[in-house]
């Protein structure tokens, strides 16, 4: 009787998800077969885009960072001990020099053995493009915050914890400056009890409670999968592509559908009743952490970033472990000494399945900078002959392999077991 009524509870927090007999037999089969063990798969094609886009995310820091500066220009003492906060593998000095397209040298004008950088015209036309990117999809970039503080437990984080994701998210530099402020219907500034200056959702919006997983469904008008979940008949599916072998493997397979039959519960409804250990909770995290790379631009993100919100996303201990345990959604990836977690259904042979137009002005910003390393030792004035930069991004997106740069050619064809187990957590 106390096992029936445990589980009905958790049944009754769901909306719109009543507990049936046939529900409760699916959670009792699932308890039988969660402790699946799955081998970390590398995948070629993923690390290959997170390595490249590395050196972007720092070049793209390093460009905000020379036009807050008052002079307009860094000294190379500004950034001596940047290496480790821009995650770079090179010292920012070798960095900033492999890069003359966006970086201009120059000595200092009182200490000559100082080298200083400036942004080149190329790199400000970039940066004005961006602006003007930021302006024309500002509504969907408040949005997006709105629906991250949704997601929280009080609907309150630290601006220390949304600082390091401001470029994953797509928020402008200074966002806490130039954008809070000009909603104060949306947000608010508020101080922790330890001091701590911490953003706060305004008030409730309802309808923006729909999380990626419910929108795709429900713009599927040839399914009526949406429809049966809203009147309770059956759970939202998780989009899944498995590393090469995996999707054939029986207990795999049987555990999945276990795990697609559960609840789903959304990651915006109040999930602090529920039994931190039960496999409801687990597929609640799964879906939390399903949305919150949702809303990113790049569908991914760094685990200590996740991390750092743990507590008010409600989310366990050690549930950065869920990246291994599901790697059909979910991609590991432990290149440039940090270790990233992607969403696998936003990618497609290496390219962005809906790239945003911020990951669009991103993509003409690396190819600009691929371009520099190239001429770099003919000197760049040769760039301005080369078109590199003034055709709209819209021109290359027909163009997802023909460049030779892609590192596998299909879905499936380039994964390798890696000896990192599921239960490894490290940092």
């Known amino acids: 009787m106390a096992f029936k009524l445990k589980h009905s509870f958790f049944f009754s927090i769901l909306k719109p998800q009543k507990p049936t007999l046939s529900n409760l037999h699916l959670l009792q089969q699932y308890r039988g077969i969660a402790k699946v063990r799955l081998k970390w798969v590398k995948n070629r094609s993923l690390d ?20 807050r500066s008052p002079t307009g220009f860094l000294t190379t003492k500004s950034f001596a001990d940047w290496q480790k906060l821009l995650g770079l593998t090179v010292p920012v000095l070798r960095f900033l020099r492999r890069y003359p397209t966006l970086f201009h040298e120059f000595p200092h004008t009182r200490y000559a053995s100082l080298p200083c950088f400036k942004l080149t015209d190329t790199a400000l036309l970039l940066d004005s493009q961006e602006q003007s990117i930021h302006k024309n999809c500002e509504s969907d970039t408040v949005e997006r915050l709105c629906k991250l503080l949704m997601m929280m437990k009080t609907s309150t984080v630290s601006l220390q914890s949304l600082y390091p994701l401001r470029y994953d998210l797509g928020l402008p530099d200074s966002f806490d400056k130039i954008l809070v402020p000009k909603y104060p219907d949306h947000f608010r500034f508020v101080k922790a009890s330890n001091g701590i200056v911490c953003l706060r959702l305004a008030e409730w919006r309802e309808e ?38 995996y999707g054939g493997q029986k ?50 993100t760094k685990r200590n970033y996740l991390r750092s919100l743990r507590e008010e996303l409600n989310l366990p201990h050690k549930f950065t472990r869920l990246f291994t345990r599901y790697p059909g959604i979910f991609y590991l990836s432990l290149k440039c000494k940090t270790t990233t977690v992607a969403l696998r259904e936003g990618y497609r042979r290496g390219k962005l399945v809906d790239p ?11 190819h600009v900078m691929r371009t520099g390393l190239l001429y770099r030792g003919k000197g ?41 187990e599921e239960g490894s957590d490290e940092e």
């Open 48 to 67: 290959h885009i997170i390595d490249t886009e590395t050196d972007l995310k720092a070049a793209c820091l390093l460009k905000d960072a020379i036009k």
């Open 251 to 300: 207990k795999v397979k049987a555990w999945m559908e276990e795990f697609q039959k559960l609840p789903y519960i959304s990651p915006y409804e109040d999930s602090r009743r529920i039994d931190p250990n039960s496999e409801l909770m687990e597929k609640r995290v799964v879906g939390v952490l399903h949305e919150i790379l949702s809303l990113t631009i790049h569908k991914k």
């Open 208 to 245: 923006l409670a729909v999380s990626a997983l419910e929108k795709s469904k429900e713009n599927k008008k040839s399914s009526d999968e949406y429809r049966q979940f809203k009147s309770g008949k059956t759970s939202l599916v998780f989009s899944m592509s498995f590393p090469k072998g």
């Open 380 to 420: 760049v004035n040769l760039l301005s002959q080369q078109g590199i930069l003034l055709n709209d991004m819209e021109d290359e997106t027909g163009q997802e392999t023909s460049d030779g740069e892609e590192v596998e050619s299909g879905d499936e064809c380039s994964e390798e077991i890696s000896d990192v």
């Open 356 to 366: 945003h137009p911020i990951a669009r002005l991103r993509e003409k910003f690396y």
